[in-house]
């Protein structure tokens, strides 16, 4: 009774541009501890925490993809999910990420994309975010078909390293079942 | 309008790290209330009311008890979340959500406000509330955090933990994932603590001495050495993420704790007890993590000799109830059961421990059908609805027939017969504790039939159970809010 993996989400597609400089060295989060935590009521206090800037995966750094190719690189939840058709075509990448542990909903998902020059190096950054429920279901009255536990995507090549990016890495930094 | 609430909030911080703001001691708070010494909160996620009656009858019959129920307090427990940007109830900018997520739920009890579904340890409005095993810490209360879920998950992550989108566990932030502009109408500084990964807070906040669970992928070196940093026994190290054991357990000493048992969710214990040999069959049960934790925490009392608040969560009862499998969510609800037995023992034993045994909201619309029969999931058409003998009672559109089974949707016993066909919607059977022997599970003997309504949740009230002083509030029926209030008055930190 289990749902089936294959359907494909529809939900509004984000894709954003990680940063150029980043992608070169990329900061780690600065380590500051978080502040104790808030004791009072009302304790409307947010907290100083560590920096959590979103920075491009270790793996599309360290990736060399040949003129062409396409490959996924190491994350934290690659024993959760495998991608279906990934492919690169010069304009864009494109997959089915079908997600395989304990699935009943898929609260968020990024895919991470690197584009690499011929010599294989990272030359720039793009990411698509799935963001489902979990969230405020005043905007989603029923839990709707884009439900589903595979998240299909498509990511082109930014305009700016149109024809410099010759092979592309593929990650997932996040994602978050209910 | 949002930017002077970014404003307000950025002052607010000031003026707690300068210690402006008055905080009334507990004592002053409530000079006359008697508290207990300890307080042991078991929440079964997504258990309903039938979770519990379908649990007894499969494992103590239909005349016996759940352990669970064997406590002296039951009561019923309201789970209604609201929605974004909604006020408290009797506001009047009060906007109910009649089914809530796990996140609001635990922010409920948590923190004693209603929030927004996917929302932890913040109201409606994106202000952080502080939590009651904060509070307790605070007083010098032992704490501890034990789920079957990822640690990070909605449940254990709302009493350690303040996001405005549940969907922020870690490793990595992301704007997508844990802003909500909704709340706060521009992005959040990426040090406010309301966007930092759950991950990132639980490894560093202290809020628990003990953290047992699943979720090792959600951590990474930097949390290892922040961890470390405070003195905790790390038993499954983030860096190598390698997940620790029941042996690894058994060894833990000391006064912080922190051990992950699978990079995931824990296992289900029917996988485990069908795969003994397994890697995954070395992961503790429910109750062995419970048993040590209280272990950990009663062996080194608070400051000022108090006591401890643990919180205890079977997960996995919700998880797979969204899956529909009902012999794995048989089994989730007795190793809940399991877990508070332990809780209750101690209970007995140290005689100063309030018990509370609840659900956070009700998972798939599980239900007992009668043996022999279908559900409208089954149905080529609905049941009749015409009353020949009195025409006025009939309803629209009229149904003179109906209630026929539709056979390419029901296509035999779920867990027998039609095990094979993925798109059916026929119940699971099982044996009972009253069943003949030889009555084997997944046949139409077996008197158990079993069926969900959908894969999501429910609004229907939960149960709730109790034992110990301060229990007789939990009679009757209770707001999730009001377990905030019950359990910070029980341990005098209110």
Sequence with gaps: MSRPHNLTSTLVVTVALLGLTSACAAPQPSEAPVSPAPVSEPASAPQTAPTSRQT?????????????????????????????????????????????????????????????????????????????????????ATHSPEDQPSVAFEIAVPAHLAGAAVSASVGVPVLVNE | MK??????????????????????????????????????????????????????ERFYG??????????????????????????????????????????????????????????????????????????AKKAGYRTGNVSTAEITDATPAGQASHVLMRGCQGPTYSAASCQNLDITGTELPTNDIRVTPVAKQIARNGTADVILGGGLARFDAADEKALTAQGYQVLSSPTEQQVATRADL?????????????????????????????????????????????????????????????????????????????????GEIKAFDDAVKVALDFAKRDGNTLVIVTADHECAGFNIIEKGTFTNAEAANPPVNVDAGNPANNSNPSRP?????????????????????????????FRTADDPRGVKDGTPEA????????????????????????????????????????????????
């Design chain 1, 56 to 140: 491009p995966m270790p793996g599309l750094q360290t990736a060399r993809p040949s003129e062409g190719q396409v490959v996924l690189v190491d994350g934290p939840f690659n024993d959760r999910f495998h991608i279906d058709a990934l492919a690169f075509d010069g304009a864009r990448v494109s997959g089915e990420v079908v997600v395989t542990s304990d699935v009943s909903e898929i609260i968020d998902l990024q895919v991470q994309v690197g584009f690499h020059d011929a010599q294989g190096t990272l030359i720039g950054t793009a990411s698509y975010d799935h963001h489902g429920h979990g969230h405020d279901e005043s905007d989603h």
């Design chain 2, 3 to 56: 930017r002077t609430k970014i404003l307000a909030a950025s002052l607010a911080v000031g003026a707690v790290l300068a210690g402006s703001v008055t905080m009334a001691t507990p004592a002053e708070a409530h000079p006359r209330q008697r508290g207990v010494q300890n307080v042991i909160y078991l929440l079964g996620d997504g258990m309903g009311r039938t979770h519990v009656t379908a649990g007894r």
């Design chain 2, 62 to 135: 239909a005349a016996g008890r759940l352990n669970m129920e064997t406590m002296p307090v039951h009561g019923f427990v309201r789970t209604y979340s609201v929605l974004e940007n909604s006020g408290q109830p009797g506001q009047r900018d009060f906007k109910p959500n009649l089914v809530t997520d796990s996140a609001s739920s635990a922010t409920a009890w948590a923190s004693g406000v209603k929030t927004y579904n996917a929302a932890l340890g913040v109201d409606a409005k994106g202000n952080v509330k502080a939590t009651a095993m904060e509070l």
């Design chain 2, 250 to 330: 058994s060894r833990a000493r000391g006064g912080k704790v922190f051990g992950l048992f699978n990079r995931g969710n824990l296992t289900v214990e029917k996988a485990k007890a069908d795969n003994p040999s397994a890697p995954q069959a070395k992961e503790p049960t429910l109750a062995e993590m419970t048993t040590k934790a209280i272990s950990l925490l009663d062996s080194s009392k608070g400051r000022h000799g108090k006591g401890f608040y643990l919180q205890v969560e079977g997960a996995l009862i919700d998880k797979r109830s969204h899956a529909n499998d009902a012999a794995q969510t048989l």
């Design chain 2, 401 to 429: 027939a109906g209630n026929t089974k539709d056979s390419s949707r029901s296509t035999g016993i779920v867990n027998g017969e039609g095990a094979n066909d993925p798109h059916n919607f026929a119940p699971a059977t």
């Design chain 2, 447 to 494: 008197s158990l039939w079993l069926t969900y309504l959908s894969g999501n949740h429910t609004g229907a009230d939960v149960p709730i159970y109790a034992y110990g002083r301060g229990s007789e509030q939990l009679q009757g029926t209770v707001e999730n809010t009001d377990l905030f209030r019950i359990v910070t008055r029980a341990l005098r930190v209110a």
